[in-house]
C-alpha cells in the first residue's frame, strides 16, 4: 500500500472517527437535557411534597391542639354535671317529703333519706330493692296500717295500682299516725318516679276543720230550733193582739180610738209578716220543713197571686202580664203553698220594686224525655230600680237588702228571697238573678214538677175562617205575648201600639181584633165604635187589667168578647173557639143555590160512636139547636154497619167502647172507603189527652181529636166546617143568632 492510499486510508478513518465522535457528542447533550429536565421535575416535586408534610404536620399540630381544648371542656362540663348532680341530690334529700325513682323492672335506682326513713331503718331497702319486695317489708314489718285488710289484698291491690300506666295517688297511715301520700309517675321507657308526701298536717287541719263544721252546724240548728220555737210562741200572742184590735174596731170608738186600735191592727200584722219569715227560715234552717206535694193548678195559682197585686200595681201604673206556654199542662204535682209562697215572694218583689212600666210571669216548660216530669222554667221580669252588679251576689243571703237611700222606702225582712232559694233548693232546683241598675231585674227558677197531662187544656183548633188577627196594646210586651199566643193557633198577626194606628191599617184581610182597653189616644171601645161606624164587621176581643170596666159602657154591645188581662189561657182558648163558631157559621151561605128540579136539601147526615147512654143524652141535647139528622152507634161494630147503611157526612167516634173499638172501627172504615174513594171525616173523642194516645189516635186514621167533658163551641165549630154542599146549612136561625 502506498502512502497516499495509507493517507486516504487515515483520513478516511479519521473523518468516521470524528463523525463517530460528532454523534456521540449529540447523544450526550440530548442525554445531558433529559437529565437536566428529570433533575428539574424531580427538584419540583420535592418542593411540592415538602409542602404537603409541612400542610399535613400544621393540620396535625391544630388536631392535636383541639383535641387539647375539648379534652378540657370535656373535664369543664364532666364537673358541672357532677356539681348538678350534687346539688339536685342534695335539694331532694333536704326536702321533707319522700323522693325515689325505680327502672322499668321495679327495681330501685335510686331514693332520698325521707323515702328511705319510711322503712325505718330496714337496709335491705335502698337501690337495687324490688317494689313487690318493699310492699311486702312495709306490711310484714307493720310500717303502714292496712286496717283490716287481709295483708295480701293489700300488697295485691297495691301493686296494681303500681302496675298502672298512670298509677292514681294513693294516701297510706303510717304505725305511727302519720300520713302519707304517694304519687308515682311512669315515663315512656318505663322507669317511675315515685314521691311520698307527708299530709299528716293536713288530714289533722281537716279533721279539725269538719269537728269545727259539724259543731257549727249542730250550734246553727239548735239556734233556729230556738228561733223557730220563738216566732211561734210569739206569734200565739201576737194573734191575740190583731185579733182582739180587730173585735175593739168593730165596737163604738171616737175617731182618736180609731186611729189608736188602726195602728195597734196594723203594726200587729206588720210585725205577723215579719215572724212568719222568721219562723219559716228558721223552720228551714233546723231542717223541719217537709214539702207536702199534691195536685194543684199552677196556671190558677199565678193569677191568683196576680189579682192580689193587681191594685197595687194598679195603683203604681204597672202592667202586670202572665206569658203561660200555651201548650204546657195546667196541672202539676208540687208543694203548692210553697210554691205560691216563692212565687209571691219574687212577684211581690217585683211589683214593689217597679215604679213605672210592667211585671212579666214567663211559665216555660220542658218535658223530661221517658217521663212525665217537666222542667219548669219560671221567670219574673220587670222594669223596675235593679240591682248593682256588686250587690246581686248577696241578695239571697240572710237579712241581705240592697239598702241605699234609693230603696231605704221598701220595707221588707231581707228574709224572702233566701227563704226562697232554701224552698227552691229543697225542691231539686234552682234560682238565679239577671238585673241591670236603673232598667229592671228578672229573677228566674228551674223547679221540675210531675205534669198531670189528664188537666192539660188542649189548645182549640180555630176555623179556617180565622187566618188574620189585629194585635192593639200601648205595651209591646202584651203585643208580642198576644201574638205569639195567636200565631202558635194558627192565626198570622199583625200588631200596633195605638187605636189611630189601627184604624190607618185596618182592612177587610183582618179576621179578628183583640184590643187592650185603656189606651192612651183612644179606648178599646171607642176603637170598636168607631170600626162599626166605618161598617168593619169583624169580631172584636177587648181586654183590660181593671175590673168590671166595661159595665157601664154602652159600646159592649159592639164587641164578642170581654176579657180581664192578664188572662188565664182556658179563658182565652173558649173565647176564641167561641168566636171561631160565630165565624164558622157566619161563613155558612145563607141563600143556597136551588137544587136541580127544586128538590129541597137533605139536612147533614151525622154519626156519634158511643157507648154511654148518658153521654149520648149530652151529646143530642148539645147538637138539638142544629139542623141536622144524628144516630147514634153503640159500638165499634154498629158504627161500621151504620157508615155503610147511614152514609154519614161526619163521625165522632168514641175512643174506648164495647165489642170493637173507635180506633179498630175507624181502620174498618178507611179499608171499606178504599184507596181514592170518598173520606168521610171521623173526629175522635176521648177523656185521655196524653200526647202519645193523641198521636195513636191520629195514626189510626182519624182527622181530629177532641177531648172529654165535650164544650158545645167545639161541637158546632167540627159540625159546621164539615157540612157538606149537598146537606142544608146546619144552623137554625135562633142558633145563628145565638152564636154571632
Ligand atoms: P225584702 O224584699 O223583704 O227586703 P228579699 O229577700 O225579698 O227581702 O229581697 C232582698 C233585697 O233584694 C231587697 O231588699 C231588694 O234590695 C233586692 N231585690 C229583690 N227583688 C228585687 C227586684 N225585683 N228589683 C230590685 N231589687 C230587688
Known amino acids: 500500500m502506498n502512502l497516499a492510499s495509507k493517507l486516504a486510508e487515515e483520513r478516511r478513518m479519521r473523518l468516521a472517527a470524528e463523525r463517530l ?9 440530548a442525554a445531558n437535557r433529559k437529565l437536566g429536565q428529570h433533575a428539574r421535575k424531580l427538584s419540583n416535586e420535592i418542593v411540592e411534597t415538602r409542602a404537603q408534610v409541612k400542610t399535613v404536620r400544621d393540620e396535625n399540630e391544630k388536631v392535636k391542639s383541639d383535641l387539647t381544648v375539648a379534652h378540657h371542656k370535656v373535664e369543664i362540663a364532666h364537673q358541672k354535671v357532677e356539681i348538678a348532680e350534687r346539688r339536685l341530690w342534695h335539694s ?15 327495681h330501685m335506682i335510686a331514693a332520698n333519706k325521707a323515702y328511705l326513713a319510711l322503712f325505718d331503718g330496714l337496709e335491705e331497702v335502698g337501690p337495687g330493692v324490688s317494689y313487690p319486695r318493699i310492699l311486702q317489708f312495709l306490711v310484714e314489718e307493720g310500717v303502714v296500717d292496712i286496717g283490716d285488710t287481709a295483708p295480701a289484698d293489700w300488697r295485691s291491690s297495691m301493686l296494681k295500682r303500681w302496675q298502672q300506666p298512670a298509677p292514681p295517688p294513693t294516701v297510706w297511715r303510717l ?7 304517694l304519687i308515682d309517675q311512669r315515663s315512656h321507657g318505663g322507669d317511675v318516679v315515685s314521691l311520698a308526701l307527708n299530709i299528716s298536717d293536713t288530714v289533722r287541719y281537716e279533721k279539725e276543720l269538719k269537728d269545727a263544721r259539724t259543731r257549727a252546724e249542730d250550734a246553727a240548728r239548735a239556734k233556729a230550733a230556738f228561733l223557730a220555737n220563738m216566732s211561734h210562741e210569739i206569734r200565739t200572742p201576737m194573734n191575740g193582739v190583731v185579733g182582739m184590735s180587730e173585735l175593739l174596731r168593730d165596737t163604738t170608738l171616737d175617731d182618736e180610738q180609731q186611729l189608736y186600735v188602726d195602728t195597734i191592727k196594723n203594726s200587729g200584722e206588720a210585725l205577723l209578716v ?6 219559716d227560715y228558721s223552720k228551714i234552717e233546723a231542717d223541719k220543713l217537709v214539702l207536702r206535694p199534691e195536685p194543684f193548678d199552677l196556671e190558677r195559682t199565678i193569677h191568683e197571686i196576680v189579682m192580689l197585686l193587681q191594685p197595687a200595681a194598679r195603683d203604681k201604673g204597672i202592667d202586670l202580664a202572665v206569658d203561660f206556654d200555651l201548650f204546657l199542662p195546667t196541672t202539676f204535682t208540687g208543694d203548692r203553698g210553697r210554691i205560691r209562697q216563692i212565687l209571691t215572694n219574687l212577684m211581690g218583689n217585683a211589683v214593689k220594686f217597679t215604679l213605672s212600666g210592667h211585671v212579666l210571669i214567663r211559665v216555660v216548660g220542658v218535658q223530661r224525655e221517658n217521663s212525665s216530669d217537666t222542667d219548669l222554667h219560671i221567670s219574673i221580669e220587670d222594669t223596675g230600680i235593679g240591682i248593682a252588679k256588686e250587690k246581686l251576689a248577696h241578695i239571697f243571703g240572710e237579712f241581705n237588702q240592697v239598702e241605699d237611700d234609693r230603696n231605704r222606702k221598701f220595707e221588707g225582712t231581707g228574709l224572702g228571697l233566701a227563704i226562697s232559694r232554701k224552698l227552691i233548693t229543697l225542691m231539686g232546683g234552682e234560682i238565679w238573678v239577671d238585673s241591670e241598675e236603673g232598667k229592671g231585674s228578672c229573677f228566674g227558677f228551674r223547679i221540675s214538677l210531675r205534669a198531670d197531662d189528664t188537666k192539660s187544656i188542649h189548645p182549640p183548633s180555630l176555623p179556617k175562617v180565622m187566618r188574620r188577627a189585629m194585635v192593639v196594646d200601648s205595651l209591646e210586651v202584651n203585643r208580642i205575648i198576644l201574638a205569639k199566643q195567636l200565631e202558635t193557633l194558627g192565626m198570622a198577626t199583625v200588631s200596633y201600639p195605638s187605636a189611630g194606628e189601627a184604624l190607618k191599617q185596618i182592612d177587610g184581610s183582618i179576621d179578628l181584633l183583640v184590643t187592650d182597653h185603656t189606651m192612651p189616644d183612644m179606648d178599646g171601645f171607642e176603637l170598636a165604635t168607631e170600626l162599626r161606624k166605618r161598617g168593619h164587621e169583624l169580631p172584636i176581643m177587648v181586654l183590660s187589667s181593671s ?4 159595665e157601664k159602657d154602652p159600646a159592649i154591645g159592639l164587641v164578642q168578647a170581654l176579657l180581664q188581662k192578664p188572662t188565664p189561657r182556658s179563658e182565652l182558648f173558649a173565647r176564641l173557639q167561641d168566636i171561631g163558631v160565630g165565624l164558622s157559621l157566619a161563613a155558612l151561605p145563607d141563600d143556597p143555590a136551588p137544587l136541580a128540579q127544586g128538590t129541597p136539601k137533605r139536612a147533614m147526615r151525622v154519626l156519634a160512636a158511643e157507648d154511654n147512654r148518658t153521654n149520648q143524652l149530652v151529646f143530642r141535647k148539645m147538637v138539638k139547636t142544629l139542623d141536622i139528622d144524628l144516630q147514634f152507634a153503640s159500638n165499634g161494630l154498629e158504627a161500621i154497619e151504620l157508615f155503610q147503611s147511614y152514609d154519614p157526612d161526619l163521625i165522632f167516634m168514641d175512643i174506648s167502647m164495647p165489642k170493637m173499638d173507635g180506633k179498630e172501627a175507624t181502620g174498618e172504615i178507611r179499608a171499606l172507603e178504599g184507596n181514592g174513594g170518598k173520606h168521610v171525616p171521623i173526629v175522635a173523642l176521648t177523656a185521655h ?3 202519645s194516645d193523641r198521636d195513636a189516635i191520629l195514626a189510626a186514621g182519624l182527622d181530629h181529636y177532641l177531648t172529654k167533658p165535650l164544650r158545645k163551641a167545639e161541637i158546632f165549630a167540627v159540625i159546621g166546617e164539615n157540612c157538606p154542599d149537598a146537606a142544608r146549612p146546619i144552623a137554625h136561625e135562633e142558633t145563628a143568632a145565638q152564636s154571632a
Open 92 to 106: 331532694i334529700e333536704t326536702i321533707r317529703d319522700g323522693f325515689a325513682f325505680f327502672d322499668a323492672d321495679n
Open 274 to 279: 215579719i215572724i212568719n219569715d222568721i219562723l
Open 175 to 181: 304505725w305511727n299516725g302519720e300520713y302519707y301520700k
Open 21 to 29: 465522535l460528532e454523534q456521540k457528542q449529540a447523544e450526550l447533550f
Open 547 to 550: 175590673v168590671n170596666f166595661a
Open 689 to 691: 189527652a196524653m200526647d
